[in-house]
Structure formats: structure tokens, C-alpha cells
């Protein structure tokens, strides 16, 4: 388990970068955190001719509030965000969700961005980003700019997903705003260990009580983090309780999007039937957390 | 000689058997100056790496190593057409008689028959360049169909791997006490089951690893292996490559682990010191993580099948069993083991006076079994624990009082059973000493069962699923032949042992001392315990089957106590004085009447140097060994009782609590025992719950790392509360049974009959050992409706 | 052949220079090059934690960094824990508990545990497992990793007490 031959080159800024990659297109890795990287390289089922570190690149490092969001700069570490006053303050879904990535060991190298860029079906970020939405900024050859909304990027079928001249510079989430609800479930076999279906919701109540702007997304149930439409429709406009979730929940099981596969960990029969569960546990726990806060506000 | 393991020898203060002391290997450990073999370097090594098979059957059309060979930094590259005609097949070393030549070999010769065979060796400047010129080796196969299961391989019209065999049963054994035919044919009840046992291994944290080196002069070539049987391995190799045993010394540096996986002998401990004399240089193999899952042993699986003659009181009259071992593509070393373990000792510790069983062992197209802490031990408690839990269940029976109505008693004790250990000589199985009942009864207060069960049912009115299980095992540990010591005091006081145990986490070093140290009446820490060196320990049988610290540690005493003899000739000589008129008093022998005429175990080996003359010993060294022959294995026992919570929701199994009350004989060093427990109820934990070997329907592994196989982390493991009772055993003086194995060997058992226990009102019956993943809990209350099980075999 | 590379690192406090292929794992440049064999390889894809060093003072995989990335940084391994004469709390209190037994996995935990009770002086169980939830140990079953874990919080906190300075007076 030794990775093929490479050439490596650590460029400072991101025009080096881009012209590395535009030299090497396909041949070329980009090296972030590394901590998916590395195992598929050590496995020869990565082989490339040249790896990028942009581990050096100045400026990736940022996290800044940028239009009503969170703009996270691609050499942000998962546990610099995770401890992150303002991630936690204004985007709390992410630093939750970050929790369960890895091992904190691992979270100490791996990226926030490098984590959206691979487009794992398992993975949390993701998982946060087809929740709440947010986008991409990316640079191709020739300094060429653009944004991909997150949730299209996530789709291994749109034209949004990353080209061979490309970078992810920065990710975007948009403002939690205070008053919603969110959580962030997962089931694993083992602590620190994949999850078998991981599951992210935010909403919000209205005065009336009734459910507002509910979105629902989940892990491990197709080829990528999907939201679950009927499940957020069955929520929407409805009083917040336990029944109304549980009936809700219930809806994902026969979710158009849902195409979960059997791998080493689970069945795909398991990753559908758990998948209500860990939808009415993942709303009630918004709820309970909401109902904390304005308490907590009100003492 | 000193007999009784509480009191010091001849007057020490303290003595150190029975005490929790801590260990004299941890701080170089503990400051990163362990030495395992992946540690040590030598000028101009080298370093090899395997091409192995990725087909799990397939016949070698042909193997081109030319663009291998020419890779720069390459100095050579061998294939098993190399050396077909000079080395011998890997031995096995617990056949019957009757056994067919299914034996492994060090590279594959025409025919690869589990993924992972290893097909060539490459040996380069160092491993990267190996790998790379591993990838240039060109094999043509032709694939073959590929059995997998004990199903598909025992089925009539199956393929046969060996076709010369005409069959893929490749050892039968039986053996049979009482009349099991009549005691059926009048039985009240007859119960009939069935029961499988999945793949599972030892896993150790350290893989294995090699590394040789020539002396150009004398042709002897020094081998660092990670192994369990240093000794063991030194006659094997240099059977296997023809050599004269004493040509090759073998080192056991610290070894990471072993657990059974490295109680074999392997291709790449004969290949590096072949390679090495070849080339001149020192060859090194380091497994890595993904070759590990392919090319170190397997351990466990087998198929049961079970015939029970049942009073209506629930006393079990006779029982038959059948038990088929998926042994993998040939013999490993100890393929065979599970199998006699299973067949001597599934009756555990009940009485049931008819007993007959069979044993086979059959091969399929994967990675060769092994012994695994417990060997067959736990395959077979957990089939005796779940066919009790069965008849309690259909009698109306208490889980623990249907134990207590069948369990020997003190009084029954030693109990003739009737049967042999396999193929090892001498091996009538004969319980020794111990109160079962009594166990049996602490473990139940530990968790206290009659709280438990009210706990029980407040959780499921409020929709939680608890469960309890119990298990029982008698374990036939401290096995022979023998254990080597030898024992050295030199002019200025240093005292070194040098034991045939070869330890690999035991603690062995501490515990031998201890049991020198009472001897002498000396300080624990004035002991140097050497070990795990053909060089300088003369002879040894290593470390395995809950061997060492009752039998290399007797040995180790013994060796004292025949110093000790020495040393008071000596005295009785030079003072002069009669035997009778002398005594010790910590390490120090003199006059009864004058302490102040007398002799250090130092002077005494000055003594003995004769003063300078020319013949005598030099420097002066007071010297004993020990060839410690048991007179029968021990049989050490344990009651395990879990409680488990089943999350419906979810399908995950958490293990709440666990208990543990165990006979180990006399306990050493309490702090180390209970490590040994706690460590192997987690094993245990994690072959039940987390860990499967798994192949695909082609025979290809899908669990090769360690994020596939899952083993347990802190958070799977509950507070084991353990009991130890000690009841000696007659079969070394100090009383010692042996516990390396014993934590693992009941906790399927116990974690099974739990998660049954709390699945009971789904009606669920449970009739493997796992692993109960979410899905397969899932599937098994009928949430998810497809089990999770390996594919089934294409042949 | 690619082309070697510098490296100029600080490893243990010392400054140590090489030249290194761009492929060569962190681990390997340890114990390979510099022969600091104490940090472990177990998984070789970030699972075990055996290998685990600090890079500029956090615990990180050494088996999921190539060396090449070090450059410039501070790595702190096993060897620098403690000594001999006076070994680090942490590895104290693994040997009071018994919280080892084969050892190979232990110099990765030593340094996890040692990084996370100067952040953490008053653990709970629950942050306690999440951290060592990143280290697999098949030996000893946790338990005496995590009495030991605890026994060396405590042990901290009073060498802290005893060194603080005294009121004046």
C-alpha cells in the first residue's frame, strides 16, 4: 500500500495552481486535507502523474460572514470550523454536522470544501449543503469564475460538477437564521465509523405554529445527499408535533429520490426502513432545541 | 520445594504471586522504544512484496516477470515455478493420519485457489519500488468456478479443489462415550438444531512481518518474525527450505499482537531467508493492512449440527454433533484445531453422559483457517449455550436453573469425559478441579438477574429492548508438551531467566518474574526476563492456548527452586555445613544459628567460578534449567452474563453491562488477568456485533481494511465487572490454569442468548452468532426484509 | 523517477533536513528516514490512529500526509513525550492502569490523549470516548485506556495546583 510514482508541486497562489492543473488536466490530483485522497492513493486506485498541494495556497484560509452566509475558503480545516464561534452562531447545521465527520484526528486535516468537492454520498457536508442549498465557487484555466449552486454540483449528472481544469476556491452557506429549527442525526455502525444514513433538517414555525420553509435532506440513500420533497411537503403549513412528524417521516420511504444500494455496512432495504426514523428523531430534536433556545432568550 | 503460590519461598517478606504489580515492559513502550520488526534496519536491506492472486480460483497459464525483473531498483523477482522442486509444502501440524495433502505452499504452483495466494515475490531497494515492480509481473489466468460456503463445497456434485481428492472433506474425525443411540431412542424429547458460525479473525494491531539477514561467513541466516513460536517456526522454516534447523536463528522482537493469527507458519518466513542468502542482503516483508485481511489466517467459521436427548425435567441425556470446518483453500498450520476443540469440549460443563461427534474439515476457495483466541472453544459454547437457551425456552424453564440441573458438580469433579483432545497424544480430557454451580451463581448476582428481569419489563411497556444471556464454558487450557526455562545468577547478582514463552502483550516478563522473584526471595525488579530468541533460549514451545503463565511460568519457577538446590551444595561445601543446618532469608542462604556465615546467590556464583581456574565457568554463574512437562492440560472455566439493548429503531445492538466470573486457578498478577478478560470479551463483542469477514459471490474479499472491518472502539465496550474465584489446578504446583482465552471464549455465547432475550417478543429465534448488524436486526424483526448475509456461493 | 525534493522540518525540536520523493509517506520519513520507529502503522488509511503525531501541534494521521506537505512545520512525536527519568502524566497513568498490553497502538494514543487533556482538564466520559473513538486498540478492550485517560486529568490538575504560585504571605 505505497501510492504510484508522482510528481508533487506545492504552489503559493492559486494562478500556479490553475496552471499545474491546466498542464496536467486529468493526470493531475488536487491535495487538500488528503484524508480521502491519501487511502485511494496508498490503494493504487488513484494514479496520478502529478499532485497539487494546495495546502500552501495563501488565502484559502477564511472564514468570513458574505451575504447574508458563510463563506468558507477551500484550506479551512473541518475542526477549525467545528470550533468556529461564527459557524457556530450563524451556520450551527454545518458545525453539528462536522461533528460526526471522521475522527477528530481527521477532522484536523480535512477540509470543509475537500469534503463538497468529492461529492461522497455518505458524507455530512454535503448532507448540510443539500439541506440549507448554498454554492460553490470554482476557477477554471484562464482565471474563468463561476458559482454552482451546491445541491446541483452534488449531482454527478449536471453539467455543475467539477471539470479536470478546475478548483473549488470557497464554499458558501447561507445564514441560519435565528428562530429555526435544525438538527442533525446519523446512524453508524460504530462511533466515528460512515454513516449508514445520515439525515439534516431545518425549519422554521410561524406564529400559528405551523411548519414554514422545511428542508429535509439525507445520506446514504441514493448516489449522492438527496432532499426529501415528500417529506418536506408533508411537513409544510402543518402544526409542529409529534404526530405531524411521525406521518411526515413516513413519507421518505417511498421517496421519488430514493435509491439506496447495499454496500459492505448495510442493505439498501435497511437504509430505507431506517430512514423515518431518523427523520422524526432528527425533527423532534429541532423542535426540542428550538423550544430550548426561545426558553433560554425568555429567562 | 515451595508449593503454595500465597506464601513467599523461605522467608521473603512479600511475596508477589497474587499481586497486581505493574509490568516491566510498558516504559520502553510506553516511550516509543518497542521493537517490533518493522522497526529494525539493517545495511543494504532490502524490501519484498507479494503478487498475489486477485482470483479466488484459477488455474497460472503463465507468468512473465521480465519488465519486473528490468525495473530499476529491482534485485530479484521469484515465482513458485522458481522453487517448486527445493522447498517443501508449509507443514500442518494437527493432522490425523488419515488426512489428505492439502497443504499450502510458499508461493502458488499452477493453480491459485483463494484471493490473496501468493504468486511471486519481488525484492527491491525498498517497498515503493517493490509494489511498482509488483504491478509489472504479468500472470495469465483462467478462472475457475469458486466455492465458497460449507453449503456449496459439501454439496453432492460440488467441484473439487483438489480433483485428485474425489471429495472436499479433507479430515474426518469422531470420536464417541456412552451409548447416545439408546439414550435417544428413549429420550422424552428430542431436539434437533442447526447452527453456523461466521469468519471472523484475530485482527492484531501489528501485521505480520519479517526480516532476514545472512552471515556471508557461516551461512546461518537470522529471521525477525512476528510469531507467536519462535522455535516453532525455526524447525518449520528450515524444514520447509531443507536446512539444518540450527542454520537458522529466529527472533520474535515485540510482537503487536497474535491472538492465534501468528500461531502459523507462513510463505514469507521461509522466502526472506531464502531471499536474503541469495542476494546477500537483508530482505524485509512488511504485511500491509490490505494484505492482511488476505493472507493471514481466518478464523472460526463452521456449520453445526446438533441432536439432543432431553429429559422432561431438562436434563440433557446424550447429544450427537456434527461440526463442519470451512478450513479455506488448505491446511494453515492449526486448520484442524477448532474442529477437536469442538468435538472435546462442546459438552462444557454438563453432564451428559452419551456423547458422540464428527468433525470435518473441508476446504473452499478462501484465505486458510487458524486457530483464534479460544480456538474451537467458542464455536462450541455458543452452540451448547443456544441449544440451552432453546429447551429452557420450550420447557418453561430458567436460563440459569436448566444450567444448574445439568452442570457437573464439585463433588463429580475430576470427571473422566470421556473423550481426547484430537490428534495431540495423551489428551483424555479430564476435568481438574473447580465448582461450576457456584460460578455459575456469582455471575447471575453480579447483574443481579431478578432485578434485571423487572428492569426488563418496565423497559418494553416504554418500548425498550433489553435482553440478558448467559454462557457458560469449561476451556482446556495450559496445554504441553512442556515449557522450557533457564535461569542464570552471575558474580554480581544479575539474575536473567530465558523462557520458551514468546509473549506478544501477556505481560509474560512480569508474571515470570514475579514467580522467580518469590523463589529467590529477591526483588522483582533485579529479574531480566529473556525470551522469544532461538539464539540464546535454548528451546520452546511459545506462547498460545492459555499456555504461558501457567506452564512457561511453573517452568520458570521450577527453575528457581533447581537453583536454589545448587546453590545450597555449594554453601553446605564452602561453610562447611549440613543441609539441615541452613536457611534463606531473601536471596541469601546461612547458618541457622548465625545469619552472619553464609552466602548471596552472587557469592555463590562467584564460588563457583573456582577462583580463577582455568576450566571453571567464567565470570561465575549459577545456572539451572527447567524442561517443565505437564502431566495434562488444566481446564480453566467462567460464567459470562450480558445485558444488551436492542434499538428497535435503529437495529444497533449496545452491550449495557457484563459480567464475568471466572476460574483461572491461581491468579499471578490480578491487574494482568483481568486484561486479559476485559480484552477478550471485547473480541468477543466485536465478533458478534461488528466483525465479518465477508467475501462477494466471486470470492473476492469486500472487508480488506479496517474501514470495512469493523472491530469495536472504547464506546462499544461496556464496565465488565469481573469475579475471580481460585480453585488450583493439581497439574503444576502453583495451581495455575491459564487465562488468555477465556474472555472471548464465552461472550458469543452470553451477547447472542441476549439479543435473543430482548427480541423474544418478536418471536425471534437465533440460531448464528452473527454479526448482528443494524440491517440484520432490522431484518430480523421484520423491518428491512431482506437479511444481510454473504452472497451465496456460484457453484 | 520523479525528482526529489527538499524538506526542511522541525521534528521533536530539533531541525532536520532531507530529500525526499514526493510519494513518501509522513510515517515512512519518520521511521525510515529518521528512524523515529516509536509512531506506528497499523491501517494505512487513517482507521487505527497508530500512527498518529502532532503537526504543528495538533494529533493528525502521519499515514495520510506525505512528508513533502511537513515542510516548514513542527512535527512532535512519541519519542518527545517524556523520558525515563520523567515520563510524561499521560504515560504514567497508562502504566498504573494497565492501559497497554502488545503496545503497538499505544504511542498514537499517547499522543491524542496528551494533546486533548491540555484542551480538556476536566474531561467527561462522552468527550473522552469521541476522542478516542479515532484509535483502535485490540488488546486491552478500553477500559483501563480510559481509567487511565481519567487517573492522568486528575494527576494534571494537581501538578497545575502544586505548581501555581502560592498566595503571598
Known amino acids: 500500500m505505497k501510492p504510484v510514482d508522482f510528481d508533487y508541486a506545492a504552489p503559493k497562489s492559486v494562478a500556479e495552481a490553475l496552471e499545474l492543473l491546466a498542464a496536467w488536466r486529468h493526470e493531475a490530483k488536487i491535495l487538500a486535507g488528503g484524508q480521502s485522497l491519501v487511502p485511494l492513493l496508498v490503494a493504487r486506485s488513484v494514479r496520478p502523474r502529478f499532485v497539487i498541494d494546495i495546502n500552501r495556497v495563501a488565502g484559502l484560509g477564511y472564514i468570513e460572514e458574505r451575504d447574508g452566509g458563510l463563506a468558507i475558503g477551500a484550506m479551512v480545516r473541518q475542526a477549525d470550523c467545528e470550533a468556529s464561534p461564527l459557524v457556530r452562531r450563524s451556520c450551527p447545521l454545518l458545525a453539528e454536522a462536522i461533528r460526526w465527520v471522521a475522527t477528530p484526528q481527521v477532522r484536523n486535516r480535512g477540509t470543509v470544501v475537500g469534503s463538497l468537492a468529492q461529492r461522497n454520498a455518505i458524507s455530512q457536508i454535503p448532507t448540510v449543503g443539500a439541506a440549507i442549498g448554498g454554492r460553490l465557487k470554482i476557477v477554471g484555466s484562464g482565471n474563468r469564475m463561476r458559482t454552482a449552486e451546491t445541491e446541483a454540483f452534488l449531482d454527478a449528472s449536471s453539467a455543475a460538477t467539477l471539470q479536470p481544469d478546475e478548483l473549488v476556491l470557497e464554499c458558501w452557506f447561507p445564514e441560519q437564521k435565528p428562530g429555526t429549527a435544525w438538527a442533525f442525526v446519523e446512524v453508524q455502525r460504530r462511533l466515528a465509523h460512515y454513516a449508514l444514513v445520515g439525515v439534516a433538517v431545518v425549519f422554521a414555525i410561524d406564529p400559528a405554529g405551523l411548519i414554514t420553509d422545511a428542508r429535509v435532506a439525507a445520506s446514504g440513500v441514493a448516489d449522492r445527499p438527496i432532499r426529501l420533497g415528500s417529506v418536506e411537503q408533508a411537513l409544510s403549513s402543518r402544526p409542529a408535533t409529534r404526530e405531524v412528524f411521525a406521518e411526515a417521516s413516513r413519507a421518505a420511504v417511498n421517496d421519488p429520490l430514493m435509491a439506496p444500494r447495499e454496500d459492505v455496512h448495510a442493505t439498501a432495504e435497511y437504509r430505507r426502513a431506517v430512514t423515518p426514523t431518523l427523520v422524526e428523531r432528527a425533527l423532534i430534536q429541532a423542535k426540542a432545541r428550538l423550544e430550548a433556545e426561545i426558553q433560554s432568550g425568555r429567562q | 520445594m515451595n508449593t503454595t503460590p500465597g506464601a513467599p519461598a523461605d522467608g521473603a517478606k512479600t511475596p508477589y504471586f497474587g499481586r497486581g504489580i505493574r509490568r516491566q515492559e510498558d516504559r520502553r513502550l510506553l516511550l516509543g522504544r518497542g521493537r517490533y520488526v518493522a522497526d529494525i534496519k539493517l545495511p543494504g536491506q532490502a524490501e519484498m512484496a507479494v503478487v498475489r492472486s486477485p482470483f479466488a480460483h484459477a488455474r497460472i497459464r503463465a507468468i512473465r516477470v521480465r519488465s519486473a525483473r528490468a525495473h530499476p531498483g529491482v534485485y530479484c523477482v521469484i515465482t513458485g515455478r522458481d522453487i517448486a522442486e527445493t522447498l517443501k509444502p508449509l507443514p500442518a501440524l494437527d493432522l490425523q493420519p488419515s488426512a489428505k495433502p492439502a497443504f499450502s505452499r510458499v508461493l502458488a504452483g499452477d493453480v491459485v485457489r483463494y484471493v490473496g495466494e501468493a504468486i511471486a515475490a519481488v525484492v527491491a531497494v525498498d517497498r515503493y519500488t517493490a509494489e511498482d515492480a509488483a504491478e509489472l509481473v504479468e500472470v495469465d489466468y483462467e478462472p475457475l468456478p469458486a466455492l465458497l460456503s460449507l453449503e456449496a463445497a459439501l454439496a453432492p456434485g460440488a467441484i473439487h479443489l483438489y480433483p485428485d481428492f474425489g471429495t472436499n472433506v479433507v479430515q474426518t474425525f469422531a470420536q464417541e462415550a456412552g451409548d447416545v443411540d439408546q439414550a435417544l431412542a428413549t429420550a422424552d424429547r428430542v431436539y434437533r438444531e442447526k447452527f453456523s458460525i461466521h469468519r471472523y479473525t484475530g485482527i492484531p494491531m501489528e501485521t505480520r512481518g519479517v526480516l532476514a539477514d545472512a552471515d556471508p561467513n557461516t551461512g546461518t541466516v537470522t529471521l525477525w518474525t512476528s510469531t507467536q513460536f519462535p522455535h516453532r517456526v525455526r524447525d518449520c522454516v528450515t524444514e520447509v527450505l531443507g536446512w539444518p534447523a540450527g542454520r537458522l536463528r529466529v527472533i520474535a522482537p515485540d510482537v503487536g499482537g497474535g491472538f492465534g493469527v501468528k500461531e502459523a507458519i507462513y510463505g514469507e518466513e521461509v522466502l526472506a531467508p531464502l531471499l536474503a542468502t541469495r542476494l546477500g542482503r537483508p530482505v524485509r516483508w512488511i504485511e500491509d493492512r490490505a494484505e492482511h485481511f488476505v493472507a493471514s489466517c481466518h478464523g472460526r467459521e463452521q456449520d453445526h449440527e446438533v441432536v439432543a436427548a432431553v429429559r422432561h425435567d431438562g436434563v440433557i441425556t446424550a447429544l450427537e454433533s456434527v461440526c463442519a470446518t470451512n478450513i479455506g483453500a488448505a491446511f494453515a498450520t492449526f486448520s484442524n484445531a477448532p474442529g477437536y476443540y469442538v468435538s472435546a469440549m462442546i459438552r462444557g460443563p454438563y453432564r451428559i453422559p452419551h456423547y458422540r461427534?464428527?468433525?470435518?474439515?473441508?476446504?473452499?476457495?478462501?484465505?486458510?483457517?487458524?486457530?483464534?483466541?479460544?480456538?474451537?472453544?467458542?464455536?462450541?459454547?455458543?452452540?451448547?449455550?443456544?441449544?440451552?437457551?432453546?429447551?429452557?425456552?420450550?420447557?418453561?424453564?430458567?436460563?440459569?436453573?436448566?444450567?444448574?440441573?445439568?452442570?457437573?458438580?464439585?463433588?463429580?469433579?475430576?470427571?473422566?469425559?470421556?473423550?481426547?483432545?484430537?490428534?495431540?497424544?495423551?489428551?483424555?480430557?479430564?476435568?481438574?478441579?473447580?465448582?461450576?454451580?457456584?460460578?455459575?451463581?456469582?455471575?447471575?448476582?453480579?447483574?443481579?438477574?431478578?432485578?434485571?428481569r423487572r428492569e426488563q419489563l418496565a423497559a418494553r411497556n416504554a418500548g425498550r429492548y433489553l435482553g440478558i444471556g448467559l454462557s457458560f464454558y469449561v476451556e482446556a487450557t495450559a496445554f504441553g508438551p512442556y515449557e522450557f526455562s533457564e535461569l542464570w545468577v552471575d558474580a554480581r547478582g544479575a539474575i536473567t531467566l530465558f523462557t520458551g514463552s514468546s509473549p506478544h502483550g501477556q505481560g509474560t516478563a512480569t508474571t515470570h518474574a514475579q514467580l522467580v522473584a518469590d523463589e529467590l526471595g529477591v526483588k522483582v525488579d533485579a529479574i531480566t526476563v529473556v525470551h522469544g530468541d532461538t539464539g540464546v533460549v535454548k528451546e520452546g514451545i511459545g506462547t498460545w492456548g492459555s499456555r504461558s503463565g501457567a506452564v512457561g511460568g511453573t517452568a520458570a519457577r521450577l527453575a528457581a527452586v533447581k537453583l536454589k538446590e545448587a546453590a545450597r551444595d555449594l554453601a553446605r561445601r564452602l561453610l562447611p555445613a549440613r543441609d539441615e543446618e541452613l536457611e534463606w532469608t531473601e536471596g541469601r542462604i546461612h547458618l541457622r544459628s548465625d545469619s552472619q556465615r553464609g552466602y548471596s546467590l552472587a557469592e555463590l556464583a562467584a564460588a563457583s567460578a573456582g577462583g580463577g581456574r582455568a576450566d571453571a565457568p567464567s565470570p561465575g554463574l549459577l545456572k539451572a534449567e527447567v524442561r517443565f512437562q505437564v502431566p495434562g492440560v488444566a481446564y480453566a472455566y467462567a460464567a459470562h452474563i450480558a445485558i444488551v439493548e436492542v434499538e428497535i429503531a435503529t437495529g444497533r445492538v449496545l452491550v449495557r453491562r457484563y459480567g464475568v466470573a471466572h476460574d483461572c486457578?491461581?491468579?499471578?498478577?490480578?491487574?494482568?488477568?483481568?486484561?486479559?478478560?476485559?480484552?477478550?470479551?471485547?473480541?468477543?463483542?466485536?465478533?458478534?456485533?461488528?466483525?465479518e469477514l465477508r467475501y462477494d459471490a466471486d470470492g473476492r474479499m469486500l472487508t480488506r481494511g479496517l474501514m470495512d472491518y469493523l472491530m469495536p472502539s472504547a464506546a462499544d465496550i461496556p464496565p465488565i465487572e469481573l469475579v475471580h474465584l481460585e480453585t488450583p489446578t493439581p497439574h503444576n504446583p502453583y495451581g495455575i490454569k491459564g487465562a488468555g482465552e477465556g474472555g472471548m471464549t464465552g461472550a458469543p455465547g452470553a451477547l447472542v442468548g441476549a439479543i435473543e432475550d430482548a427480541l423474544k417478543p418478536f418471536g425471534v429465534r437465533i440460531n448464528d452468532d452473527g454479526p448482528f448488524t443494524p440491517s440484520r436486526v432490522l431484518a430480523l424483526v421484520g423491518k428491512a426484509a431482506r437479511p444481510q448475509r454473504a452472497p451465496k456461493a456460484s457453484a | 523517477?520523479?525528482?526529489?525534493?527538499?524538506?526542511?522540518?522541525?521534528?521533536?525540536?530539533?531541525?532536520?533536513?532531507?530529500?525526499?520523493?514526493?510519494?513518501?509517506?509522513?510515517?515512512?520519513?519518520?521511521?525510515?528516514?529518521?528512524?523515529?520507529?516509536?509512531?506506528?502503522?497499523?491501517?494505512?488509511?487513517?482507521?487505527?490512529?497508530?500512527?498518529?503525531?502532532?503537526?504543528?501541534?495538533?494529533?493528525?494521521?502521519?499515514?495520510?500526509?506525505?512528508?513533502?506537505?511537513?515542510?516548514?512545520?513542527?512535527?512532535?512525536?512519541?519519542?518527545?513525550?517524556?523520558?525515563?527519568?520523567?515520563?510524561?502524566?499521560?504515560?504514567?497513568?497508562?502504566?498504573?492502569?494497565?492501559?497497554?498490553?502488545?503496545?503497538?497502538?499505544?504511542?498514537?494514543?499517547?499522543?491524542?490523549?496528551?494533546?486533548?487533556?491540555?484542551?480538556?482538564?476536566?474531561?467527561?466520559?462522552?468527550?473522552?470516548?469521541?476522542?478516542?473513538?479515532?484509535?483502535?486498540?485490540?488488546?486491552?478492550?478500553?477500559?483501563?485506556?480510559?481509567?487511565?485517560?481519567?487517573?492522568?486529568?486528575?494527576?494534571?490538575?494537581?501538578?497545575?495546583?502544586?505548581?501555581?504560585p502560592r498566595p503571598p504571605g
Do not use: W
Not at chain 2, 669 to 684: D, Y
Not at chain 3, 122 to 129: F, L, S
Open chain 2, 357 to 452: 461427534s464428527k468433525v470435518l474439515s473441508v476446504v473452499t476457495n478462501k484465505t486458510p483457517l487458524n486457530v483464534y483466541r479460544g480456538a474451537g472453544h467458542p464455536q462450541a459454547v455458543f452452540c451448547m449455550e443456544r441449544l440451552l437457551d432453546r429447551i429452557a425456552d420450550d420447557l418453561g424453564l430458567d436460563r440459569a436453573e436448566i444450567r444448574l440441573r445439568n452442570m457437573l458438580t464439585p463433588a463429580e469433579l475430576p470427571a473422566d469425559r470421556a473423550v481426547t483432545l484430537g490428534a495431540r497424544p495423551n489428551s483424555r480430557v479430564i476435568y481438574d478441579s473447580g465448582d461450576y454451580p457456584r460460578c455459575l451463581r456469582q455471575a447471575v448476582a453480579l447483574l443481579d438477574y431478578p432485578h434485571f
Open chain 2, 665 to 691: 486457578g491461581r491468579v499471578i498478577n490480578p491487574r494482568i488477568v483481568g486484561g486479559q478478560i476485559v480484552g477478550g470479551v471485547a473480541q468477543g463483542i466485536g465478533g458478534t456485533i461488528l466483525e
Open chain 3, 1 to 164: 523517477m520523479s525528482q526529489r525534493h527538499s524538506l526542511i522540518l522541525e521534528v521533536n525540536g530539533q531541525m532536520r533536513n532531507a530529500l525526499v520523493a514526493p510519494r513518501l509517506l509522513l510515517c515512512d520519513f519518520l521511521r525510515e528516514d529518521l528512524e523515529l520507529t516509536g509512531t506506528h502503522v497499523g491501517c494505512q488509511v487513517g482507521a487505527c490512529g497508530a500512527c498518529t503525531v502532532l503537526l504543528d501541534g495538533k494529533p493528525v494521521r502521519s499515514c495520510l500526509l506525505f512528508a513533502l506537505q511537513a515542510e516548514g512545520r513542527a512535527i512532535r512525536t512519541v519519542e518527545a513525550l517524556g523520558t525515563e527519568q520523567a515520563l510524561h502524566p499521560v504515560q504514567e497513568a497508562f502504566e498504573e492502569q494497565h492501559g497497554l498490553q502488545c503496545g503497538f497502538c499505544t504511542p498514537g494514543i499517547l499522543i491524542t490523549v496528551a494533546h486533548f487533556l491540555e484542551s480538556h482538564p476536566e474531561p467527561t466520559d462522552e468527550e473522552i470516548m469521541a476522542v478516542l473513538a479515532g484509535h483502535l486498540c485490540r488488546c486491552t478492550g478500553y477500559r483501563n485506556i480510559l481509567a487511565a485517560v481519567r487517573a492522568a486529568a486528575t494527576q494534571i490538575a494537581r501538578d497545575k495546583a502544586a505548581a501555581s
